[in-house]
């Protein structure tokens, strides 16, 4: 059964591209001399000259750099388009960093931009040398953040499931395919015991670096439960909440999906804490879905949810996913969409729960191609 994958492939592809430098100006013989002075580095250039165009362009594709102008609108010299600019790159979760250029430098306007993420300021004219000085020392401390991330990126993945234990009535597979190294969507099969197997699957708000630190402190949560205390979902899930909410920031939280099967009964019982619905296609053709049962987790200390059961017979299918599979190209003129999702389930139903799991990673992944703005996970129980 296929667990959790890293496409070899793209880590290579990955280390062997050139150092990608995003530049945003107004002006096109700034963008050219810029475009034409990076190219003699062996850096690649990418220009854009709008602050909508730059947004557009880090949503769709990935850079080590971003080179912006504070200022767009002739005569003007606040800078104000540019520090919006900063601010809308941190609510996108834009992780590459950000140097700034204007015409109009001041002290106070670099420290500003300073503080609001940028990694160095540049006053034009600029100087060559003094220009790639500055980038030469991004690209070195981006190829060092690289370095840590692949490291994370390989103990994450090692926090996923590596063994499964065999059911007699249940087939049973997940994978996580993160939109960046590391990600905050999390997937697990926990071995509790007395003919039973916990299903969890979960999404961290937020990106990145943050989102997998809560990703881990989840898992942790969950792992740490005491011998037993699992079998009674809706007591254990208010036991994570409780210390999910203790050790996180107010504005963190997750919505998680947690089913506890049992090999006898074939019964799952399950709490869905704000989650998407997870789908379940009967043998039968007719199509049910797991609404949520309680509030998100981590977002209040004192927090109640209610169970529910549903039996899962010989070849139903039941698939457990995150929003990061049917907004997928949400950042394009189309999503992948439910429906979507529905008819990769349909026309893989009798497949094992691994192929399954593959084929519809795949159906999102040929959909959205590089375009990649969150986690994709994908758990499917298949009655047996």
Same mark, same amino acid.
């Given at each position: 059964m296929l667990m959790s994958a890293m496409d070899t492939s793209d880590?290579?592809?990955?280390? $062997?591209?050139p150092f990608r430098v995003l530049i945003s100006d107004d002006q096109a013989d700034v963008l050219e001399a810029l475009r034409l002075l990076l190219k003699g580095q062996g850096w690649k250039a990418i220009a854009v000259d709008s602050p909508e165009a730059l947004l557009h362009a880090v949503r769709t594709e990935v850079f080590d750099?971003?080179?912006?102008?504070?200022?767009?609108?002739?005569?003007?010299?606040?800078?104000?388009?540019?520090?919006?600019?900063?601010?809308?790159?941190?609510?996108?979760?834009?992780?590459?960093?950000?140097?700034?250029?204007?015409?109009?430098?001041?002290?106070?306007?670099?420290?500003?931009?300073?503080?609001?993420?940028?990694?160095?300021?540049?006053? %034009?004219?600029?100087?060559?040398?003094?220009?790639?000085?500055?980038?030469?020392?991004?690209?070195?401390?981006?190829?060092?953040? %690289?370095?840590?991330?692949?490291?994370?990126?390989?103990?994450?993945? %090692?926090?996923?499931?590596?063994?499964?234990?065999?059911?007699?009535?249940?087939?049973? $597979?997940?994978?996580?395919?993160?939109?960046?190294?590391?990600?905050?969507?999390?997937?697990?099969?926990?071995?509790?015991?007395?003919?039973?197997?916990?299903?969890?699957?979960?999404?961290?708000?937020?990106?990145?670096?943050?989102?997998?630190?809560?990703?881990?402190?989840?898992?942790?949560?969950?792992?740490?439960?005491?011998?037993?205390?699992?079998?009674?979902?809706?007591?254990?899930? %208010?036991?994570?909440?409780?210390?999910?909410?203790?050790?996180?920031?107010?504005?963190?939280?997750?919505?998680?999906?947690?089913?506890l099967y049992d090999d006898r009964t074939r019964k799952l019982r399950y709490v869905n804490c704000g989650h998407v619905a997870p789908l379940l296609l009967r043998d039968s053709g007719r199509l049910e879905q797991l609404p949520p049962t309680a509030t998100m987790l981590g977002a209040f200390r004192e927090w109640n949810c209610a169970e529910a059961v549903v039996e899962l017979r010989p070849r139903d299918v039941l698939v457990l996913y995150s929003d990061g599979v049917t907004e997928a190209g949400i950042d394009r003129t189309e999503e992948f969409g439910e429906d979507r999702l529905i008819r990769a389930v349909c026309d893989h139903q009798r497949q094992p729960a691994d192929v399954l799991v593959q084929k519809i990673v795949d159906a999102v992944s040929d959909f959205s191609g590089t375009s990649r703005s969150d986690d994709v996970t994908v758990v499917a129980l298949r009655g047996i």
């Amino acid at each position: 059964m296929l667990m959790s994958a890293m496409d070899t492939s793209d880590v290579a592809a990955e280390q $062997a591209r050139p150092f990608r430098v995003l530049i945003s100006d107004d002006q096109a013989d700034v963008l050219e001399a810029l475009r034409l002075l990076l190219k003699g580095q062996g850096w690649k250039a990418i220009a854009v000259d709008s602050p909508e165009a730059l947004l557009h362009a880090v949503r769709t594709e990935v850079f080590d750099l971003i080179l912006v102008d504070l200022n767009y609108t002739r005569d003007t010299t606040s800078g104000k388009e540019g520090m919006d600019l900063l601010a809308s790159l941190e609510a996108e979760g834009n992780t590459a960093p950000v140097m700034v250029m204007t015409a109009w430098s001041s002290f106070d306007l670099a420290v500003e931009a300073m503080r609001r993420g940028a990694c160095d300021f540049i006053q %034009k004219p600029w100087d060559n040398e003094r220009l790639l000085a500055a980038i030469r020392k991004q690209a070195e401390s981006e190829r060092r953040r %690289k370095s840590e991330l692949e490291i994370a990126a390989n103990v994450q993945q %090692k926090l996923f499931p590596r063994e499964l234990r065999l059911l007699k009535t249940l087939d049973y $597979a997940g994978q996580c395919v993160a939109a960046r190294e590391v990600g905050g969507d999390y997937y697990d099969f926990l071995d509790t015991g007395h003919h039973t197997l916990g299903f969890v699957l979960a999404d961290v708000s937020g990106k990145g670096v943050p989102a997998a630190l809560l990703m881990a402190n989840l898992q942790a949560c969950f792992r740490s439960q005491p011998p037993g205390a699992l079998l009674r979902p809706a007591e254990a899930l %208010k036991t994570v909440n409780r210390h999910f909410f203790d050790s996180s920031a107010a504005e963190r939280f997750a919505t998680l999906f947690f089913g506890l099967y049992d090999d006898r009964t074939r019964k799952l019982r399950y709490v869905n804490c704000g989650h998407v619905a997870p789908l379940l296609l009967r043998d039968s053709g007719r199509l049910e879905q797991l609404p949520p049962t309680a509030t998100m987790l981590g977002a209040f200390r004192e927090w109640n949810c209610a169970e529910a059961v549903v039996e899962l017979r010989p070849r139903d299918v039941l698939v457990l996913y995150s929003d990061g599979v049917t907004e997928a190209g949400i950042d394009r003129t189309e999503e992948f969409g439910e429906d979507r999702l529905i008819r990769a389930v349909c026309d893989h139903q009798r497949q094992p729960a691994d192929v399954l799991v593959q084929k519809i990673v795949d159906a999102v992944s040929d959909f959205s191609g590089t375009s990649r703005s969150d986690d994709v996970t994908v758990v499917a129980l298949r009655g047996i």
